[in-house]
């Protein structure tokens, strides 16, 4: 599966460690996103594309380069033990006004599937807190990202 990766890497010109350099904000915001999408222990398509549309929206990269951080923060995540090295990566390169709009996307992401637990919740609140994103920042960002998923105002019951 490594060798696999490497080679899809290379096949596009980059390797992988250079895409970690490259793109470190990307990277970071990715695992975060994949923190999420885990948190229930099931990744969907949904969700990947999701991530992949947030992290092309937020750091405005082309779609190769997207898949290809999304692909490599996913096969990292398998072996990460803490967030704090990407919350602390994205808390030198975002504005407060990115660091908001990022938890609106992991709020996006979590409501894909319509159904919100408790894990994905206390996920995105741990990583707002580490963030440094206000409560009511928090609060209007869920409203939000509940919104862009269509999800009714009343939140769906627990799993």
Known sequence: MLERLKELFNARGVPA???????????????LLIEVA???HD????????????IGKLFVLDADIVSTVVARARHDHAESTSIYPFTRE??????????????????????????LTGYE?????RIAELLY???????SAKQEGRGAAGVNAKPPPER
Not at 90 to 109: F, G
Not at 133 to 139: A, L, M, R
């Open 17 to 31: 460690d250079d895409i970690v350099q490259a793109h470190g904000g990307a990277y970071a915001a990715a695992m």
């Open 38 to 40: 885990w948190a229930d």
């Open 43 to 54: 990744i969907s398509s949904r969700e990947l594309d999701a991530a992949k549309r947030a």
């Open 90 to 115: 994205l808390n030198q390169h975002l504005t407060p006004t990115e660091k908001r709009e990022l938890i609106s996307m992991l709020w996006r992401l979590a409501y894909t599937d319509a159904v």
């Open 121 to 125: 919740e206390r996920s995105i609140r």
């Open 133 to 139: 994103v206000s409560h009511g920042d928090f609060i």
